[in-house]
């Protein structure tokens, strides 16, 4: 079963705004991340937070975790067109051992010049 | 580095049929993974792998078989497909099985099961 789930499921701006991109989880994690997919294409890594982490930053990326509500946000400042793809959050539960991921369904973020 | 590989790009399948979708990455990964993303969801896991000869079962592993002979290679074997694996397929990988590597993923392999 899927542990996130991301919000909105789509998202549509135009170049210079801000986007922001929610993700919930069910169960206790060591760890969240972040990836983008472009159109066919594989994953990206984008960014980590542990769950000791409240805020972490990346270039024009800002994620926040609060683990008493189990939520995560990613936060791209002045998007540009090249910044259209599905983001995914992804959690390494704390349970159970090695680094498997649970993915949520992702959010499609269309920029538009 | 070449990075994660993945052969086939496509590949069509009529039901019943067997195949291996080859994974291979260059980067002495110690974990490896594979996943399938179906329309509208996120990526599941299939099976993962810890080390060479060491394997197990993630999330949705019926239907599937893997081996892990060497560090390089994860071969993802489809015993008798059916349409039901129809999806897209990616294979992952991370220097460590630790928690907090970034997994590196390779292009996918769209697979049609018809």
């Known amino acids: 079963s899927q542990q996130g789930e991301e919000d909105p499921q789509a998202l549509s701006i135009q170049e210079g705004e801000n986007a922001t991109m929610n993700c919930s989880y069910k169960?206790?994690?060591?760890?969240l991340q972040w990836y983008r997919q472009n159109s066919g294409r594989g994953l990206v890594h984008l960014i980590l937070i542990r769950s000791n982490e409240r805020e972490k930053h990346s270039g024009r990326l800002r994620v926040t975790l609060d683990t008493s509500k189990k939520s995560s946000s990613l936060l791209i400042t002045a998007s540009r067109a090249a910044d259209t793809a599905s983001y995914f959050c992804a959690t390494v539960p704390l349970e159970g051992g090695y680094n498997k991921l649970i993915f949520g369904a992702g959010t499609r973020l269309a920029v538009h010049p | 580095n070449a990075g994660v590989t993945q052969t086939p790009k496509f590949q069509v399948l009529k039901t019943g049929q067997s195949m291996t979708l080859q994974c291979a990455q260059d980067?002495?990964?110690?974990?490896m993974s594979w996943y399938r993303q179906d329309p509208g969801m996120g990526l599941r896991l299939i099976h993962y792998?810890?080390?060479?000869?060491?394997?197990d079962q993630g999330e949705v592993p019926n239907g599937y078989n893997v081996s892990r002979s060497t560090t390089e290679d994860f071969p993802l074997r489809l015993l008798s497909a059916a349409p039901s694996q129809t999806s897209v397929y990616f294979c992952?990988?991370?220097?460590?099985?630790?928690?907090?590597?970034?997994?590196?993923f390779g292009p996918g392999t769209r697979l049609l099961v018809l």
């Open positions: 169960t206790s994690i060591n760890n």
């Open positions: 992952a990988s991370s220097y460590s099985r630790g928690k907090g590597e970034t997994q590196y």
């Open positions: 792998s810890v080390g060479a000869g060491i394997t």
């Open positions: 980067m002495n990964h110690e974990y």
